[in-house]
Nanobody, 115 residues
């Protein structure tokens, strides 16, 4: 089992920044891709950004140029630096990790961007 714990969410004004963190613990042997998803009220969960075990990254169009995903392998942590936040970025952000054929999710951290 792998546990994912997110932190760093909160309330921020439009144009502001937040940095989300997700720490993986437990049986973290050979975690592959880790990523951030978000779910806004009344909408489906969607990918924001992902990073592979070799450092390759993938971003949603809405995140490109504003968000940066990074990974500290020594700390088993993945980060999401979010700049130039917009009200439409308001959502619960979930950390995700896959290990072989299993996908793990964190409990989520809420991000609210006020206009």
């Amino acid at each position: 089992q792998v546990q994912l714990v997110e932190s760093g969410g909160g309330l921020v004004q439009a144009g502001g920044s937040l940095r989300l963190s997700c720490v993986a613990s437990g049986n973290i042997f050979r975690l592959n891709t880790m990523g951030w998803y978000r779910q806004a009220p009344g909408k489906q969960r969607e990918l924001v950004a992902a990073i592979t075990s070799t450092g390759g990254t993938n971003y949603a169009d809405s995140a490109k140029g504003r968000f940066t995903i990074s990974r500290d392998f020594a700390k088993n942590t993945v980060y999401l630096q979010m700049n130039s936040l917009k009200p439409e970025d308001t959502a619960v952000y979930y950390c995700n990790a896959d290990q072989f054929t299993t996908v793990y999710w964190g409990q989520g951290t809420r991000v609210t961007v006020s206009s």
